[in-house]
């Protein structure tokens, strides 16, 4: 039996978890061990996706007969805003049904009432996605790390702010100056007061806190300060002094007091979350038995999102079909899949080299030669003269090359009456661009 | 009713697990709804902990008794290596019992007939510490990532052979002299081979495989190469290139071929991997969904494995309990418990200041005085010559100072005739030391 989801508000997140369900349909569905089917996509406005297009049927604007539709197992609520979205919620609890959503805002104002509605009628209210993007840092406080007590959790939780931040830094942008390419970027909202102000950072950090800690402080409980009096002086200044300004959450106890605060704060540079920079987001955490980790990601953004959000209805969705917490890791292997393991020999990257040779002329163009005939080529030569004996280093990194042809021309030089030590040869990866 | 739990293996790992579960248990109890009971602790040898107290009869070496124990639901096997540890968990297996494991080496060498063998009866097969020590890594790609396709999972995942790396470029040790540093400080055990030579990596890579790209290398699929040969020069001409040298395990996708890989790599030095150093682990992913991501902290170690072998505890005990997944967020929420929140002003936190104002003499010993009459101590001046019209920054960095204090003084200061503009104070946040 199929599980009927349906997805309520058709904005930026909700195109993309509703692409994301019909896009990965095939593999949820082995993975869950039924299909996870997708009924109605709500919205005021009739929902008209661009670059897929909806199953036929499912579009509607009928508010009233998705929620009373009796074979509706999940309500995804993904309308933001306080209201309508906290009486769709209630409404969606009353009637048994499982609910998701990414309403950081709601969940800051109202998450007590929803979380108590949601145990009494025994229905799932899951909210990945409300914060920290495509990083599972809920499921990573209230699974993975659940028999940890913290003392501080420090967040980098506002993209918009640490992008401004960063490219007051790096381009020595004005406050103004930042914000205003962040609108362009669309890093930024239209009405960015939320995120500067530190109230969109306050919102997560109380969810944050009530996963750490088990309280789940009032908007009025945490101290909230924005970004916008950093000036382009202070950062240069805090830089100088071997610090860098971001935007932080911070949920930490000191002698039994529980301290929230959102505000930006100098980091020394070799502090982790320190280097977290542009739309960035990190969760910073130190626990009792895990000692200090960092969760870095990309904290919004239509694709993270829905990444969250999806996990969040596969989840349910496992449960629903009785597979517990989890389906069998046997359940994801294919019999049938014939993968091909790529040999080393065929692999393709950058290498350093180190040869160590006779220190005599013609050396290194005998090195070329080989390495050329064997299409290796060659980006830059460093002759190093740290070894004794008549006897030197020359250091060398390749262009792209393959193994194979590597390891042939060093088993050539390696013969070589000039080759004193055999060749040393390390591969490289590079950063990715996106 | 309670849920019974049997440990198998009382070394450093079993050790610190035993001492969560039974420290930790009225947590564990209000979170599942139900008790979960420590039943049995088995070793060959009597298992006698120090520094606390087993309950009473708990303690064995019959195996048999524990095994054939009708009541005891949830099997943990911290013997490692091979046998008997493979024979045991098929065993409990048959019998209906869940099974939690951290043992790397058996997954990688058995882990398809330990999945069959447990999706075919029913029951979990857990192994969350087998990878990435206290990082829920298994969880994150197993569920929170659940529908994300990877083209590339990149880890630092022994942290012997990251510590002998950062050591030996931090302090120009010699690889041996970083290897008997290791074995000294623990990080190192007597026979460090499976660390050294790559293999714990390639172990743990299979499990990284099977999670990222639902297939199960065998260790012959995985190219396999040790630290041993990296030099003091290697890691010295690679820093001046712009480079570290990392103990990598890759797993990526390359015109559909499987790449999987364990050998010491150049990283740039803007490579989310190129910092993370010393006994530290990382995995950094690349999904289609979410981009880039980072998961970072201590990847061995009795806490943090004791961690995540208790996280998997609890994700079984939640099932048994019938939670489905999780427990409702409600049932976390203490509703007598009573925290306080730490008002702003009693904050007490180190301090940059910058004041703006009258380039004259006199000016700093002001400030200075009304800044010591309100207990601020001052850690560093610098007299900055930014602004025009006479005005000039004066920036401070305060030692531990309380907020109230700050503010008190400030907003004296802000009143006097020689300040141009209003102070700006921003909080620091100084790394952890451990």
Redesign the interface.
Known sequence: MPIQVAVIGFGTVGTGVVR?LLE?RN??RK?VGQPVNLKWVCDRDVPRPSGFKLPVGIATTDMAKVLNDPEVQIVVELIGGLEPAKSILLEAIRKKKHVVTANKALLAES??QL??A??KADV??SF?ASVG????II??L???????EFD?I?GIINGTSNYILTQMREKNLSFYEALSQAKRLGYAERNPALDINGNDAAHKLAILT?LG?????RQS?I?VEGIT???Q??IQ??D??G?S?KP?A?AKE?N??????V??????K????A?VNGVYNAVYV?????????????GAGQ??T???V??DI???A??LAGV???P???????KH?R????R?G??ETRY?I?FTVKDQPGVLAKIASVLGRHHISIA?V?Q?E??GARAV?V?M?SHMAKESNLRNALRILDQADFTKQPT?A???????Q?
């Open positions: 994301t990965k593999w949820i993975w998450g007590r979380f108590a949601a145990a799932d209210l990945e993007g495509g990083i599972p499921k990573i209230r699974e993975g790390l659940v028999v940890n501080a420090l009530l800690f088990n309280v789940f402080p409980d101290y009096r950093i000036s002086a202070d200044y805090a100088e002094l610090y300004i932080l911070i000191t039994h007091e529980l301290e929230v605060r505000h930006p704060a100098l980091l020394a070799s502090h982790p979350l280097n130190h626990g009792d038995l895990v000692g200090s980790q960092l969760y870095y990601g990309r694709n993270p829905a990444s969250a999806v996990s596969v989840s349910v496992c449960d517990g917490g989890v069998p890791i046997a359940r994801a292997l294919s899949q993968v091909r393991f790529r080393i065929d692999i350093y180190r830059t460093h190093k740290r070894t280093h250091v990194m040393v390390i591969r490289t990866e590079e950063p990715r996106r």
